[in-house]
């Protein structure tokens, strides 16, 4: 079963290549790796393969080491990059003090298999001590505590792990000061 990854996402292959500890006065070192993806030569001089997949679908990851006495062996290892998710969403328009904004969640899921599960809103609205919402609440409401433009941030994440995070602004319009003289 491969790994799962999402794209663009840096990925780190960790390298536990070893030599056979039962040997005795071992007469050799490994002295080198080759690390390859999809079959194209990637590093000679990292131990640890760090790699960021800009394509979806299977891939594999091989890594050859090599010894002093040119003895060599390899590996390979796959991964499926999933395509990622993307965030949005709309707000509706208010006047400060009169309702809470509503919030509706009109992202897209990436792969075909996914889903979104977590949603993580920040209304920007620092005076709030409900300024954030984590969890699994699509479609928030917040009431602002002033007005202004505030710029909300949403971060989904699906059920593959992948994550797309988008910030939209937010209007809350100033209430007119109703007034009148008698004359």
Known sequence: TPLNGCLNDTITFVNT???DANIINQPTTITGYNWYVDGVF??????????????IGLHNISLVAYTDRGCTDS????????ALPTASFTTDSVCF???PTNFTDISQ?????????????????VTSTNNQQNGIIANPNHLYTIHGLFYTT???????GCKDTVTNSVRVWN???ADFIAD
């Open 17 to 19: 290549s070893f030599l």
């Open 42 to 55: 990637i590093s000679s001089t990292d131990v640890d393969l760090e790699y960021s997949f800009n394509t």
């Open 75 to 82: 590996t390979t290892f796959y991964i499926q990059i999933y």
């Open 97 to 99: 003090n009169a309702t």
């Open 109 to 125: 899921t990436g792969a075909n298999n996914s889903g979104i599960v977590n949603w993580n809103w920040d209304f920007g609205d």
């Open 154 to 160: 949403l971060i989904i994440e699906d059920n593959l």
């Open 175 to 177: 209430n007119p000061t």
